[in-house]
């Protein structure tokens, strides 16, 4: 949602209270389409003695797949944020919100923060175990055949030089 802040930054207490649910059902991200319910965004923006801040939070729910197991999972997070809007720049502090026009494009905002807060490696837990390397069994399931046997036949002389490579 794109918001005109003309008013709000003249008039000092001015509140622009923030509620609204965001699509992105459409946006690609990971090589799919995580977004699968849509981001629900609340908050307010604030003329607090000409300072004008907006604070919000949007919670939101992502299908992935796990860079470990392969599996699919569905995460539910948050990211709440707190951010300087301006009309222009007098100092080069690039935390706050260049807003030339007085237009806040929100939408684009809240799909930055989400991008930055997410982590680079997506696992379904942080203790996943994997795929065995030798059939491909999702470990989380239960482990598999070869595994067990693999346990077996190791020679302890080799488990040994398996610790010193570690
Ligand atoms: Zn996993
Ligand atoms: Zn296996």
């Known amino acids: 949602?794109?918001?005109?802040?003309?008013?709000?930054?003249?008039?000092?207490?001015?509140?622009?209270?923030?509620?609204?649910?965001?699509?992105?059902?459409?946006?690609?991200?990971?090589?799919?389409?995580?977004?699968?319910?849509?981001?629900?965004v609340s908050g307010k923006i604030e003329n607090r003695a000409g300072?004008?801040?907006?604070?919000?939070?949007?919670?939101?729910?992502?299908?992935?797949?796990?860079?470990?197991?392969?599996?699919?999972?569905?995460?539910n997070d948050h990211v709440s944020n707190e951010h300087v809007l301006v009309n222009k720049l007098n100092t080069d502090n690039d935390e706050?919100?260049?807003?030339?026009?007085?237009?806040?494009?929100?939408?684009e905002l809240v799909l930055d923060d989400i991008l930055l807060y997410l982590p680079s490696k997506l696992l379904c837990s942080e203790d996943c175990k994997g795929l065995c390397e030798h059939c491909g069994q999702n470990l989380n399931h239960g482990s598999?055949?070869?595994?067990?046997?693999?346990?077996?036949?190791?020679?302890?002389?080799?488990?040994?030089?398996?610790e010193l490579l570690k």
């Open 1 to 40: 949602m794109s918001y005109d802040l003309k008013q709000l930054f003249e008039v000092v207490g001015e509140v622009q209270e923030i509620d609204y649910r965001l699509n992105l059902s459409e946006y690609e991200l990971f090589g799919g389409k995580p977004f699968i319910r849509p981001v629900v």
């Open 51 to 75: 300072v004008v801040t907006l604070r919000y939070r949007a919670d939101f729910t992502l299908r992935l797949q796990c860079d470990r197991c392969l599996d699919e999972f569905e995460r």
């Open 96 to 107: 706050y919100i260049l807003l030339p026009d007085f237009v806040l494009d929100l939408d």
């Open 144 to 162: 598999c055949d070869c595994c067990k046997t693999a346990e077996k036949i190791v020679d302890p002389r080799l488990a040994a030089l398996g």
